[in-house]
């Protein structure tokens, strides 16, 4: 891991190339594409992804802030923290040379505010098991605050963030999200409660993919049409036997996806 530090914090991220490990500065002739992680997730979620097997290109993973090994910090659930993981993801973009941002969920609305809301300006974005509105179930946000456990079983059942994983992916990922621990993963679920950025996505002028998988009920494939239909040069993806984590259920086709739209993108 590597660690750039900014606005007063350390925010870390690993690096790589299509085949391994690279220098910040060293993308070549690829553009680099920054992964960014969900609620009460880390770098670790996109690990098909910037591994060896990923799409063929260098790539950078983020810890957001309070996330992993990155600092946290203060801020309220909703527009603060948002725009403080944003803040988080343009100093590693600027860091790594990074210009193609790719985000699943609360990753995907933190890269929806860069690209609206802040001066840095994306060559492309992933969004990934996301949406314009990202509202959670109230019944979640209760257990969030006060049966935290039953949140971490209600989120990994049937189609929710994994549509047929085997047990031991279920259990590293419970893992991660306790150790990601009650009060940050409460304050990502809270922070997309708060997102709405439905009638400005017209104000999005860069080429998107919205790819989601096929049993994802947490962003169903209906928010990514909704993507595709409103943000100009958004295409649309879906991913068979996936759900919310596609990109790790389902690395392979997920992948492939992604680097037939980035080659798109380039030519």
């Not at 098909?48 to 790539?59: E, N, T």
């Not at 959670?136 to 946000?141: A, E, G, I, N």
């Not at 989120?155 to 992916?169: I, K, N, P, V, Y």
């Amino acid at each position: 891991m590597q660690t750039v530090r900014h606005h007063g914090r350390e925010t870390a991220y690993r690096l790589a190339g299509a085949t391994g490990t690279v220098s910040a500065g060293d993308a070549g002739d690829d553009e680099r594409v920054l992964y960014v992680h969900g609620s009460g997730a880390t770098h670790r979620v996109w690990a098909a992804q910037y591994g060896a097997d990923g799409p063929a290109r260098p790539a950078a993973a983020v810890d957001l802030s309070g996330h992993g090994d990155s600092d946290d910090v203060d801020t309220e659930p909703g527009p603060e923290t948002l725009d403080a993981y944003a803040r988080d993801v343009i100093a590693v973009a600027r860091e790594t040379n990074a210009t193609v941002l790719a985000g699943n969920s609360l990753g995907g609305a933190v890269v929806q505010h860069v690209a609206l809301d802040t001066e840095f300006e994306p060559s492309a974005l992933v969004l990934a098991g996301t949406g314009a509105k990202l509202s959670v179930l109230d019944d979640l946000r209760e257990w969030l605050t006060d049966d935290f456990e039953r949140a971490v079983e209600f989120l990994h059942g049937d189609d929710r963030l994994f549509h047929d994983a085997d047990e031991r992916t279920l259990e590293r990922s419970k893992s991660e999200m306790r150790s990601a621990g009650q009060a940050v993963t409460r304050r990502d679920f809270l922070t997309c409660h708060t997102f709405d950025v439905r009638d400005r996505l017209d104000e999005i002028d860069t080429p998107a993919l919205a790819v989601v998988g096929e049993h994802d009920s947490l962003t169903p494939p209906a928010y990514h049409e909704y993507l595709a239909e409103r943000v100009p040069g958004c295409e649309y993806a879906e991913i068979d036997d996936a759900a919310h984590l596609a990109m790790a259920e389902r690395p392979i086709a997920f992948n492939r996806t992604v680097r037939a739209f980035l080659d798109g993108v380039e030519r």
